[in-house]
Nanobody, 124 residues
Framework: QVQLVESGGGSVQAGGSLRLSCAAS????????MGWFRQAPGKEREGVAV????????YYTNSMKGRFTISQDTSKNTVDLQMDNLKPEDTAMYYC?????????????????WGQGTQVTVSA
């Protein structure tokens, strides 16, 4: 079956960095929009960043632009999220997701596939 497997989460202090990676396997063709959402306890799931695997176009939530960078490695079929200058409010479970087009990329219910998530904890 389709698998999106996240890795790279962990605990860091504020100002630190983490790099998340999402490895996709058996993803049906056409699911070219891949990226990251996050969900903190008691909050709704929110979009972080996605990338079009065909054009390389990237999309970010404004509050994360400049601190987070999404990229892809087509040879490994992975999508990575480099997170720098992390803040305590970045603490959340981070999920990889995939869908066909990046239209309305920030709407989580439009995504067809989800990973299990990886925890990111940022301490003050």
């Amino acid at each position: 079956q389709v698998q999106l497997v996240e890795s790279g989460g962990g605990s860091v202090q504020a100002g630190g960095s983490l790099r998340l990676s999402c490895a996709a396997s058996r993803l049906p063709g056409g699911n070219n929009c891949m990226g990251w959402f996050r969900q903190a306890p008691g909050k709704e799931r929110e979009g972080v960043a996605v990338i079009s695997r065909t054009s390389g176009t990237t999309y970010y939530t404004n509050s994360m632009k400049g601190r987070f960078t999404i990229s892809q490695d087509t040879s490994k079929n992975t999508v990575d999220l480099q997170m720098d200058n992390l803040k305590p409010e970045d603490t959340a479970m981070y999920y990889c997701a995939a869908k066909t087009l990046c239209t309305a990329w920030y709407v989580s219910r439009y995504y067809n596939y989800w990973g299990q998530g990886t925890q990111v904890t940022v301490s003050a």
